[in-house]
């Protein structure tokens, strides 16, 4: 090999550890021998070379205008739109896609995830590419599902653990029980109580504000029975924020049922280091508005046909 062919193998290799690994100049120098100023050097005379090269693709105009009027008048970090695609279920992919490419280019990488559970969260795991990050330990934020024919919360947990390298840390009770005591008994208890400290201290906490509606996961899992639906929907509840349940303005509609859920609480989630909701369709305006209006998000991410409807929602002019 020729004194060439070794240096351009030589910044390659460096380039990849860098950018592919995410691997700090420090690091890259300890394994190839070199000082951590070398290292810097061969990185950049990898782009220099054109070995790598960075492309920044700017988002569609009007999607760009949805992020930005969203971002503002929310008061938020990040708005990320996706654009529809054709039918419902592909647009839901995409969403989770845009939830996983977010979780992976997130600097530094987080040490602590801690997600809730549902069909959304299911798919961003699915969506996420091994070594999405380095040993990432990731954490539940709120009790399982009684019933339900998908496994979402181990299953969910597991793969983005195991994916990142790291590992994950289940929350052994239910979601819901029918006496606040129990409740009460059940957080008192050492497991539980240093698995919700756990989350609500996490670096993130990623999760899908959940719809009222009859095909829910919450009505799925048979934690609320048609009637029960009802009767939430007739006190002003619009969906449920890690099983909490919320009127409009993003607050708890049922003090009662509230003191019964197994999970981290609202004020825990709005004071949370990064919070990141992930919805899509339509019928989640109304339980995303609660989340916006309740400070519960720094950062967005939905589809544009969610986000039309969020800014009609609330009002807000756009820019044509």
Not at 7 to 25: F, I, Q
Not at 164 to 187: C, E, H, K, T
Not at 199 to 218: H, M, Q, R, T, Y
Not at 269 to 295: C, Q
């Amino acid at each position: 090999m020729s004194g060439e062919e070794y240096r351009v193998d030589l910044l390659v290799e460096a380039a990849r550890m860098y950018y592919e690994n995410s691997l700090t100049h420090a690091e890259i120098g300890k394994k190839l021998g070199f000082s951590r100023w070398t290292a810097s050097r061969l990185i950049q005379e990898a782009r220099d070379r054109g070995i790598v090269r960075i492309t920044i693709e700017p988002p569609q105009a009007e999607h760009y205008q949805l992020e930005q009027a969203l971002k503002e008048y929310f008061d938020l970090d990040k708005v990320i739109v996706v654009p529809q695609e054709t039918g419902e279920n592909a647009t839901f992919r995409a969403v989770a896609r845009a939830a996983a490419r977010h979780l992976q280019s997130l600097r530094p990488q987080p040490r602590t995830l801690a997600v809730s559970w549902g069909k959304t969260i299911a798919r961003v795991a699915r969506e996420l590419p091994d070594q999405w990050s380095r040993g990432t330990t990731v954490i539940q934020t709120n009790g399982g599902p009684s019933y339900t024919q998908d496994n979402f919360v181990s299953e969910s947990i597991r793969t983005i653990a195991e994916k990142a390298g790291g590992f994950g840390r289940i929350l052994p009770a239910p979601a819901l029980v029918g006496d606040s005591r129990i409740a009460s008994a059940l957080r008192s208890d050492f497991s539980i109580k240093a698995t919700l400290e756990a989350a609500a201290n996490a670096d993130v906490i990623c999760f899908s504000p959940g719809k009222l509606e009859a095909d829910s996961v919450l009505v799925r899992s048979g934690y609320v029975s048609e009637q029960g639906l009802q009767k939430l929907i007739s006190r002003g509840v619009v969906g449920d924020l890690l099983c909490r349940f919320v009127n409009a303005e993003g607050l708890p509609a049922d003090l009662e049922l509230d003191k019964c859920t197994i999970g981290i609480s609202l004020k825990s989630l709005k004071e949370a280091r990064m919070k990141v909701a992930v919805a899509s369709g339509s019928g989640k305006t109304a339980t995303t508005m609660a989340t916006l209006r309740g400070g519960y998000v720094d950062t967005l991410i939905v589809d544009s046909g969610l986000a039309h409807s969020l800014l009609e929602s609330a009002e807000i002019p756009t820019e044509n």
